[in-house]
T-cell receptor, first 113, second 111 residues
Framework: DTGVSQDPRHKITKRGQNVTFRCDPI?????LYWYRQTLGQGPEFLTY????????KSRLLSDRFSAERPKGSFSTLEIQRTEQGDSAMYLC???????????FGQGTRLTVV | AQTVTQSQPEMSVQEAETVTLSCTYD???????LFWYKQPPSRQMILVIR??????QNATENRFSVNFQKAAKSFSLKISDSQLGDAAMYFC????????FGQGTRLTINP
């Protein structure tokens, strides 16, 4: 297993367009997290899954954001009608249980122009 | 609601010296986990050390150790014999579910 992988690594999109990111967690991990990180700040929680169930979604998360994890494997994060304020690094992480280390992917850097 | 605060936006240390990064948190829970993560420039975040709240003994991983004060809700990271490769952003994190991160401390190592 090569760890958590995210695709694409970079995405430039025009304002108003929809974008989708993919995260492939470590195969035996049942928890998957999505975070957003802006320059010089800590990761900000967006949502997380346990297997295929989305257990929590940040109240800060706009309705334009949606995430799925079909069959409890990979996950996708979609942002509809992108805005310039959506420009950030989107991080995915996975862990086996609550008390174990979260492994992070390298992130997808989104730039909305 | 839980909060995590890192009050030192930037720290610097001479190579081979010791540096301590501060972190405080707030929670009403009694059982939780605390982590320090390292994020080198343009690279992915990796775990440095973790501490279970029910353990009184401070965690240690080679040159990295923590000072966990549960009553004071303090969780500082000490880096001994600092090396150039230690330069990075360091994030303190509280794990209930999901993980809550502090604002980060940028550590610079001076040769």
């Amino acid at each position: 297993d090569t760890g958590v992988s995210q695709d694409p690594r970079h995405k430039i999109t025009k304002r108003g367009q929809n974008v989708t990111f993919r995260c492939d967690p470590i195969s035996e991990h049942n928890r998957l997290y999505w975070y957003r990180q802006t320059l010089g700040q800590g990761p900000e929680f967006l949502t997380y899954f346990q297997n295929e169930a989305q257990l929590e979604k940040s109240r800060l998360l706009s309705d334009r954001f949606s995430a799925e994890r079909p069959k409890g494997s990979f996950s996708t994060l979609e942002i509809q009608r992108t805005e310039q304020g959506d420009s950030a690094m989107y991080l995915c992480a996975s862990s086996y249980y609550t008390n174990t280390e979260a492994f992070f992917g390298q992130g997808t850097r989104l730039t909305v122009v | 609601a839980q909060t995590v605060t890192q009050s030192q936006p930037e720290m610097s240390v001479q190579e081979a010296e010791t540096v301590t990064l501060s972190c405080t948190y707030d929670t009403s829970e009694s059982d939780y986990y605390l982590f320090w993560y390292k994020q080198p420039p343009s690279r992915q975040m990796i775990l440095v050390i973790r501490q279970e709240a029910y353990k009184q003994q401070n965690a240690t991983e080679n040159r990295f150790s923590v000072n966990f004060q549960k009553a004071a809700k303090s969780f500082s990271l000490k880096i001994s014999d600092s090396q150039l490769g230690d330069a990075a952003m360091y994030f303190c994190a509280y794990r209930s579910a999901p993980e809550l991160f502090g604002q980060g401390t940028r550590l610079t190592i001076n040769p």
